[in-house]
Every structure is written in C-alpha cells, then in structure tokens.
C-alpha cells in the first residue's frame, strides 16, 4: 500500500520561509515522479515542484522558480520542499504526489498516489 504523508505546514508572514517534507513508503516502482502541488480555495490544483528518480532532475514553475527547492533522501525516500520568500498568493494546501515515468511533470490529473496535504497560511 502506498502511502505519503506530508508535514512542516504552517503559518510564516511574508518574506518567511517554510520547508515541507513528504515521506512516501510503500511504491516500488524504478523510476517515477515526486511532485509537490497546491491548491487555494476556489483554485485548481497546480504543481509548484517535481522530481524525477531518474537522474535527480528537478522541475519548477515560473511562479515558484527562484524561490522553491527541492531535497530528497532516497535512503529515507522523502522529498522536502523548502520555501523561501513566501507571498500570501502561495497560501494554499500543499500535497505530494507520485505518478509513473510516463507523467508530465506539471499535471496533477496524470499522479496516482496523494497525501492527505498540509496546510501553508503567508500572511502579511
């Protein structure tokens, strides 16, 4: 059964930072795609980060590139996302996600398995 599980949530004011880490177990698949993805009330899920097993590349929007990175421990499989100068427009809940190798990187309809998300407040 696969399983993540997201933590680090929180509350930051703007300018903050913030990182959020997904422990996945469970997915025995060789090579697949880790992607952090948000959604705000009232908006469409969309993904703010990915990485691919395959290589360690990583992927980023235009709205977060600059800003977000990524970190993985394979031994422990997690994946963190560190937020640095958080805006309110990145309120929202954020989730992870994995999906097969054959995924576009961006699209939340193409992963299988979700966490339950952990919540992300930037107030000013």
């Known amino acids: 059964q696969v399983q993540l599980v997201e933590s680090g949530g929180g509350s930051v004011q703007v300018g903050g930072s913030l990182t959020l880490s997904c422990a996945a177990t469970?997915?025995?698949?060789?090579?697949?795609?880790m992607g952090w993805f948000r959604q705000a009330p009232g908006n469409e899920r969309e993904v703010v980060a990915a990485f691919y097993t395959n290589g360690g590349r990583t992927y980023f929007p235009d709205s977060v590139k600059g800003r977000f990175t990524l970190s993985r421990d394979k031994a422990r499989n997690t994946l963190a996302l560190q937020m640095n100068s958080l805006k309110p427009e990145d309120t929202a809940m954020y989730y992870c996600a994995i999906g097969g190798s054959w995924v576009r990187w961006s699209s939340p309809d193409e992963y299988t398995y979700w966490g339950q998300g952990t919540q992300v407040t930037v107030s000013s």
């Open positions: 469970g997915y025995t698949g060789r090579n697949y795609y």
